[in-house]
């Protein structure tokens, strides 16, 4: 037998005034307070419905005027809501600026309002289509992590599964409702969750669970209307036990609280479960308690009530007075009817059908339940295949999108390591042409020192020269020719003589720091250069000089040789008293080799080379990253040798 269930509407009460309060906004502006103001107003229930709707159109004026998003959302919500509670056809037109507005400022919160609002929509037209909306809602709210609004939205998917008799889709449901509400502090979505999971159990007649649920419900609220319609379901548990008795000392309690002087839709309901219980444990006064009920639900209009309660009477009058009893379940029939409540019309069916005094009739009545039996079957397989297959379809898109997420941030990050890479690239670049630009200015300006120190060597050596070779000698000539009588021949011919020798003096200055050729004639030049050191008491040989390929030497390294060479000759020609001198020229491992020896006295020990006059042939070899090596021997000649990479 089907006992009154009633739908909790004080809980979904609470839950739409929580929900209407949205984003929250910076407090002190007037524009703020009057918003605030006009929605408050909006949800008070001591105002007429049309009282209502008026705040909320004002609320929405303030809203849109204030240009501000939050506000706006806060007032658009309130304005929708409003709107489908009281079946205005606006919803739709306001809908659409709602989701306007979330898809323009990118907020999962104002997404998550939308698809709610939409899901509410569709609430009383398509279910399919309002369990994916609040589907949609969850999954918005938990991508914005607001977890008592995706609670909220699995909650109303629960009651849509309740009311398809979906149990098992509903118990799971209501179970990641409390996953997501149990951190959020808020007790009255608890209460309803815990409601939820009480319902479904009790229909999937695991009734110790609903027991259970029921009990954490009560504990957890301490609203005295939801203590009241917890104790009126805890009562019903027991009335499906067929523990009577426990469920009239709960009811008894209820009917008698002060609470239930107020609440009088309430208080009927459980007046009628308990003359229900008291006429099912044979005791009299049921029928009191039960048409009583039927009395106040009649003077209330409620209609669900009412069907509930005529199927009671026409169940208590089926053997003492079957005509009256058809009279209430033809009633429970047509309310049944009206109300499209499929599972109080098969009842009132079954219970017509016992009153029919025609097989005719009755065969009728029984073809019409077994049709809709089985009708109702398959609308409910139906029904808890498709909300399996819209969490199915939306677990799929959720992994698409996650899916897309994860593919989307590997992407930034590969594209963030290339944009770093690229900038450290860049960066290194810069700083090589910074150290190249650097290191060529260093070079540039240590070889312009050098050259300078070269050519401030060259003018010092020249200049001693003049000074220590012909200064004295051009003072002698001067002075021998004013002092001497030329007229002599002998003393003419002596004149013409030192003249001839300061000139060959000064041929030979000037050959040594005049201007060498670097291109193809150097070998030539080179091989000129050491001849003329060559006399009748001296002999130079040259070697090898041909079998090095000048041309793939560098301009600067040829030079140094030059250079070199010719500052070991002026010092041989000089110092050595030598008659021979042998210079050998050879290639090896990428390196040029020059080694020189002569035959003349050496160099005593205890001198130091570099003051010896060598100490430029030193530093040039340096220059060009060779080497100088002396091997020398008193009384023995001077070797030496020198080297640098090609």
């Known amino acids: 037998m089907k006992h009154y269930s009633p739908i909790l509407l004080f809980f979904i009460t609470l839950i739409l005034i929580s929900c209407g309060e949205s984003m929250p906004v910076k407090k002190g502006s007037s524009t703020t307070d009057s918003l605030e103001h006009y929605m408050k107003l ?18 929405y004026r303030i809203g849109v005027a204030s240009k501000n998003d939050s506000s706006q959302y806060k007032s658009l919500y309130n304005k929708i809501e409003h709107d489908l509670l009281y079946g205005k056809d606006s919803s739709r037109y306001y809908l659409k600026r709602l989701k306007h507005l979330a898809l323009k400022t990118k907020s999962k919160t104002y997404l998550g309002g939308y698809y709610y609002l ?8 398509n279910v399919d289509s309002s369990f994916a909306y609040y589907d949609r809602s969850k999954t918005e709210y938990l991508k914005a992590k ?13 009651d849509l599964q309740r009311i398809s008799s979906d149990y098992y889709g509903a118990e799971t449901t209501a179970t990641n409702a409390l996953e997501c509400l149990k951190n959020t502090g ?18 999937l007649f695991n009734y110790e669970n609903a027991l259970f649920y029921y ?10 209307v939801s203590k009241d319609a917890v104790m009126n379901n805890i009562a019903l548990v027991y009335m499906d036990k067929k523990e009577y008795a426990k469920a009239i000392a709960i009811l008894k309690v209820l009917i008698s609280k002060k609470s239930s002087s107020s609440n009088t839709e309430l208080k009927a309901k459980a007046m009628d479960n308990l003359g229900y219980s008291y006429f099912m444990s044979n005791d009299k006064r049921g029928i009191t308690y039960m048409l009583e009920a039927l009395k106040i639900k009649d ?30 379940a033809e009633r429970a029939y047509s309310l049944a009817n009206r109300l499209k409540n499929t599972d109080d019309k098969l009842d009132a069916i079954k219970f017509i059908s016992k009153t029919s005094n025609s097989k005719q009739e009755a065969d009728k009545l029984f073809s019409e339940y077994t049709k809709l039996n089985d009708s109702i079957k398959i609308v ?18 959720e992994e698409e999108s996650l899916k897309y997420q994860a593919e989307n941030a590997e992407n930034k990050l590969k594209a963030e390591k290339a944009k770093r890479r690229n900038e450290l690239l860049l960066l290194t670049i810069s700083f090589l042409v910074l150290v190249g630009t ?3 200015r260093l070079l540039k300006s240590r070889h312009e020192k050098e050259k300078f120190q070269e050519a401030y060597n060259t003018e010092t050596r020249i200049a001693k020269k003049v000074h220590d070779e012909l200064a004295n000698d051009v003072y002698n000539v001067m002075t021998f020719a004013s002092t001497q009588n030329l007229e002599k021949p002998e003393k003419k011919e002596a004149l013409i003589h030192s003249l001839d020798s300061v000139y060959l003096r000064t041929r030979d200055i000037s050959r040594e720091n005049s201007p060498v050729e670097l291109g193809e004639n150097f070998s030539r030049q080179l091989k000129e250069m050491l001849s003329e050191y060559q006399t009748e008491s001296l002999n130079v040989l040259i070697k090898g000089i041909d079998a090095v390929d000048w041309i793939k030497i560098d301009e600067n390294k040829k030079l140094v040789t030059y250079r070199v060479l010719q500052e070991l000759m002026v010092n041989m020609k000089k110092h050595s008293q030598a008659t021979l001198a042998v210079i050998d020229f050879s290639t090896a491992d990428k390196k040029i080799n020059v080694q020189y020896s002569d035959n003349g006295i050496g160099m005593p020990l205890g001198k130091t080379i570099l003051k010896n006059g060598l100490q430029n042939v030193e530093n040039r070899i340096k220059s060009i990253r060779g080497t100088l090596i002396f091997d020398i021997q008193t009384n023995r000649g001077v070797k030496l040798s020198f080297g640098y990479p090609v």
């Open 42 to 59: 909006s949800y008070d229930n001591r105002f007429s419905e049309e009282k209502q709707l008026d705040y909320s159109n004002k609320a």
């Open 118 to 125: 939409y899901a509410s929509y569709f609430s009383t037209i």
């Open 146 to 158: 607001d977890s008592l609004r995706a609670g909220y939205s699995l909650l109303m998917m629960t």
């Open 186 to 203: 808020n007790t009255s979505y608890l209460v309803a969750a815990y409601n939820f999971l009480g319902m479904s159990y009790k229909q």
């Open 215 to 224: 009990d954490k419900a009560y504990k957890n609220t301490e609203d005295t």
């Open 299 to 328: 003077s209330i209009h409620d209609e669900f009530g009412l069907s509930a309660s005529c199927l009671h009477l026409s169940e208590y009058y089926l053997q003492s007075n079957p005509a009256l009893s058809r009279n209430y």
């Open 380 to 397: 409910r397989q139906k029904a808890k295949n498709q909300f399996a297959k819209i969490r199915y379809d939306s677990k799929q898109v």
């Open 438 to 440: 650097l290191l060529y």
